[in-house]
């Protein structure tokens, strides 16, 4: 049961990333597509979970909640036995690395901030549209 519990709290790791990449690479993703008069940037679902996504990360870094992957996560290494942040697999360090900073609490919450400010500014620099209804000749 060790195991399966350090697969999952890997697997949590692996999920903490691909969000992350998803906030950061889809806001780059608008801004080149946007510059470079992309159509697919104006996908107004996309655009809305975009946006969603790091809006959450944002309140709950206002409300001083914790992030409920990194919880999960560390929830799942005790359950494997291991300290929260100790033993972890190859894959897990290269993630913690790229995800974790030693920098004050403050900083994180100016970065998510200023990030969910410049998604929010890219929906208005270049705003999504609804699809029009296609009409069909029958």
Not at 56 to 70: H, K, N, R
Not at 97 to 115: K, L, M, Q
């Amino acid at each position: 049961m060790t195991g399966l519990f350090t697969l999952l709290a890997d697997l949590m790791v692996v999920l903490h990333g691909a969000y992350v990449l998803f906030v950061v690479g889809g806001a780059a993703a608008v801004t080149i597509g946007g510059f470079r008069s992309k159509q697919w940037i104006r996908n107004l679902p996309f655009r809305l979970i975009h946006l969603g996504a790091i809006a959450v990360v944002a309140i709950q870094e206002l409300l001083g909640l914790p992030c409920p992957l990194t919880v999960w996560e560390y929830q799942l290494r005790e359950a494997a036995g291991h300290g929260a942040q100790w033993e972890l697999s190859f894959v897990a360090r290269i993630l913690h690395a790229v995800i974790y900073y030693d920098v004050p609490d403050w900083v994180f919450t100016v970065i998510y901030i200023g990030f969910a400010l410049l998604v929010l500014l890219l929906f208005m620099v270049f705003p999504p549209r609804r699809r029009r209804p296609s009409s069909r000749v029958q």
